[in-house]
């Protein structure tokens, strides 16, 4: 007898299409609050000391209801740069009335303070420190993140602590996932890990951004642990 299958491609219409049904109500407020911020976060360039992209409007918006749809209490965030995607993620949730999440959040290369906005009180920032030892920090301090945002390689370091922050509960957003870039890399490097423990969601296509206002791309990719995927009777 057949299992009954579903490939990532299926998976991954599933996966957005929920994310974005669920935020619906909250889409445009999240468009505007980071186009409103938009200069301002581009203003913080001027500090950095290693300068390099940032993400869409698209991949923002998407962090923004990825965040309000998961709802975690905690974040690790490898690669702050001018907190663009920091603010995503404390905003979904802010905006259907809920606390922000707390978020830690490292960057190996600048020291950019990102206090533009009060929905950023929770954050906590390592700059000029790597990915080990923020994830240190946060083992010694028994923390244990419910969303790891990855905006840089997963280094052979990080591999005992990421185990042991039981990261294979944890829900898993990519950067850059595209062609041999470091989102499918750190895919890759996490189903070794954690023996295939996750289900991936692709990047959302285009049309599918499209349907949603959103004119350019994103190369946001999921990481869902199965303890995260429930089957449910109705929605």
Request: charged residues 20%; hydrophobic residues 45%; neutral net charge.
């Amino acid at each position: 007898m057949n299992d009954f299958q579903i490939g990532r491609l299926s998976f991954t219409d599933l996966f957005w299409r929920a994310v974005f049904s669920n935020g619906t109500v909250i889409l445009d407020q999240a468009k505007a609050s980071i186009l409103s911020k938009h200069l301002h976060i581009e203003g913080l360039r001027k500090s950095a000391e290693y300068n390099t992209g940032s993400i869409s409007l698209a991949a923002s918006v998407s962090l923004a209801l990825l965040s309000n749809y998961f709802r975690p209490k905690l974040i690790a965030e490898v690669g702050t740069f001018i907190g663009r995607s920091t603010y995503s993620l404390a905003l979904g949730p802010s905006l259907s009335g809920q606390e922000s999440p707390i978020i830690h959040t490292c960057d190996f290369s600048n020291d950019i303070r990102i206090n533009f906005d009060t929905i950023l009180e929770r954050v906590a920032q390592y700059p000029k420190q790597r990915s080990t030892e923020m994830f240190q920090a946060l083992l010694d301090k028994k923390l244990f993140p419910d969303v790891f945002l990855l905006d840089g390689r997963i280094q052979e370091a990080d591999i005992p602590l990421l185990v042991n922050l039981q990261a294979e509960n944890a829900v898993f957003i990519l950067d850059d996932f595209e062609g041999t870039e470091k989102g499918v890399a750190n895919a890759f490097a996490l189903t070794n890990i954690f023996k295939k423990n996750f289900m991936l969601a692709y990047p959302p296509s285009n049309s599918f951004l499209c349907a949603y206002g959103l004119t350019d791309a994103s190369t946001t990719a999921v990481l869902v642990p199965f303890t995260r995927i429930k089957f449910v009777n109705q929605g």
